[in-house]
């Protein structure tokens, strides 16, 4: 079986969550690589393979999205996977324009593949782009939830912003497990 070589596009919390729900331990695709464009101190470093599972013992490198174009070619690159949500649409498509050009193909995952499974009822909060009040949304939400007796448990991607490996699983319980975690 050949597998699918795959770029996952923006490193900083979507495209982890996506490679997570999609092709961590999924055989008929290699992740090769994601890009940054965004986030500051993230450039060369990797998503460890403490996270990225057993078919990723090295983990997966994160190079600069500005050299989308050549990593495409040099790395045999068949889908390049979108994975940051607040752009503009004509910075969408020239985005796929720059990688149909290079010889991948553009890929969207959907809420179908990149949803995360659950037995419980559960509650999603998603905006247009960063700083729209998700996370104020998300608490408040949480308080009315918690006020009606309710047990509520709070997920979130992964975040690079820090060590990842030692970040893997983060629980806030009451402030000092936030000041603790900071």
Known sequence: MIKKRILIMGAAGRDFHNFNTVYRNNENFEVVAFTAAQIPNILNRKYPA???????????????????????????????VFSYSDVSYNDLMSKSALVNTAG???????????????????ISVGATRTGCGKSQTARRII????????????IRHPMPYGDLEAQRVQRYANLDDLKRGC
Do not use: Q
């Not at 308080?143 to 709070?154: D, R, Y």
């Open 50 to 80: 403490s996270l990225a599972g057993k078919l990723y013992p090295d983990g997966i490198p994160i190079y600069d999205e500005k050299d989308l174009k050549e990593l495409i070619v040099d790395l045999k690159i068949d889908d390049v």
């Open 104 to 122: 991948a193909n553009f890929v969207l995952l959907g809420r179908k593949e990149t949803s995360i499974k659950s037995t419980k009822p559960m």
């Open 143 to 154: 308080e009315i939830l918690i006020e009606n007796g309710l047990k509520v448990v709070a």
